[in-house]
């Protein structure tokens, strides 16, 4: 089958595919954006145009996640890394330590950022599993007085996500939702503060997105280095220094691909069955292909699973690259395969790599 572009089945964990739509539009607005002669790179970012292409972006994302006004969202920098270290500079107070929940890779890192700051209570860890499961909210006990409870709901490696918002977490919720963020409906009201990288589900590298209600601005230490500082960022409505415009006016126009799609609901429908080819293939050749998530766990955006040996492992991807089926090689901490299957991800992809799954397993199973 051969993709308009002659694009391939990008199956790449971060950056990654695009919507078409969006790419062409982009491609459209290049050497002129709406008749002001110039690109949005070429544009000052406290021009009247990109002053409309932030606040629409923002506009766009409070009535995707229907963020309530107490509120603030902030378009930052450094990536979600920067937050694991943010986060704990900001809100983890000397003298008291935070929980964190870590159910695989980016969970760790943001313990080991944290542990540079303050106190770290580490409430679960599922490191004796290899990361292959969130825990159910009964399975968790938190400190007494945490500064705050972090957690990642999409561990984007091991394909582990907790599929549900938190429930009933006596402390301020802080959220890593890089690899799933926009992918289905949240309760925003659920969490204090929510953050992501753009380079996922929301368009390219470089812009980080912070959802936190105002109180947690209240907590800032008085004296923050300016660029770490939510306060001074969220008093400057992110334009405290410049900031990535570009990757704002893209995420901008996924925001109005994913609202002309349907909103979240829509959205979350179409990952479902797209996630659901692949399970259904692992499932029903459990032999041979196998899960790394356990099934409650199982994220619709990182789909992670083993073959039997190494050679098939090899042989498998060659074959899918030679049907156009790119980056499936799984991080080496699993192993095995990882297709990554975020929003703009067609729902074809998903039944060609079935499709192809199903063959191999028949010639080598
Ligand atoms: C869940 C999660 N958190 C954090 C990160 C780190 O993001 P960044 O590269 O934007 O710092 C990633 C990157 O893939 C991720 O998947």
Redesign the pocket.
Known sequence: MSLPYDRVFNFS??PCTLPVPVLEQARDDLLNYQGKGMSVMEMSHRSKAFESIIQTAEADLRALMAIPDNYKVLFLQ?????Q?SMIPMCFLPSGQAADYIVTGT?GK?AVEAAQLVGGVTVVFDGKATNYDHAPRPSQLSYSEKPAYVHF?S????QGVDFNKDPLNVPAPVIC?M??NILSRPVEVTKYSVIYA?A??NMGP?GL?VVILRDDMIEKVPKKMHPMLDYRLQAENASLYNTPPCWSIYVCGLVFQWLKDLGGLEAMEAINEKKAGFLYDTIDAHEGFYRGHAAKGSRSKMNVTWTLPTEELTEMFLKGAKAEGMEELKGHRSVGGLRASIYNAFPVEGCEALAAYMKAFVAKHG
């Open positions: 964990a971060g450094g990536g979600a890394s920067l694991f980016w890192k990642t999409n561990e984007t490696i890593d890089s690899s990288g380079q996922k590298a980080t």
